[in-house]
């Protein structure tokens, strides 16, 4: 089993619905991968073409447990006086990407651009992301904490 980190850059949004009548919208992404999430700052009046470039770290195994190996983005308004409203979402399937990275140490997809949909599934926007998977050293395993626990030299 290879383990590693997969680097997650969000870098903009275009084209995001307007989900408040009479102000601009606070968009922010939430990521989800495998029970981990990570959330981008929110953009204050960042209206329907937010900015955001931000990276964030996600621990990933190829083959690993179960099979989705998906990358889930959630484009969310802040909303302060409210629940903040849903604007769509994004899926990245990066199995094809972890299995390049197992084999070579390192796989990359270069930021592009990925559709978001409504509920309904129609478009509404995109989102430019861009992915990297670089295996875990073994000597990153040597003299760690596993579990809670340091390992014994007995």
Request: glycine share 10%; with cysteine.
């Amino acid at each position: 089993m290879a383990i590693g980190f997969m680097e997650v850059l969000v870098v903009k949004a275009k084209g995001l619905p307007l989900s408040d009548l009479f102000a601009r919208i606070d968009p922010y992404v939430l990521i989800q991968y495998k029970g981990q999430e990570r959330q981008t700052s929110v953009v204050h009046e960042g209206g329907s073409n937010p900015v955001w470039n931000e990276k964030f770290v996600f621990s990933a195994e190829y083959p690993g447990s179960g099979d989705q190996f998906k990358l889930s983005f959630k484009i969310k308004d802040k909303d302060f006086f409210s629940s903040d409203d849903f604007l769509g979402q994004a899926e990245i399937y990066v199995e094809d990407l972890l299995a390049v990275g197992a084999e070579n140490g390192r796989a990359e997809l270069h930021p592009r651009k990925y559709r978001v949909v409504g509920v309904d599934q129609s478009y509404c926007g995109e989102i430019e992301v861009g992915v990297t998977f670089t295996l875990k050293e073994e000597d990153d395993y040597l003299d760690k904490d596993i579990g809670g626990w340091k390992e014994s030299d007995c």
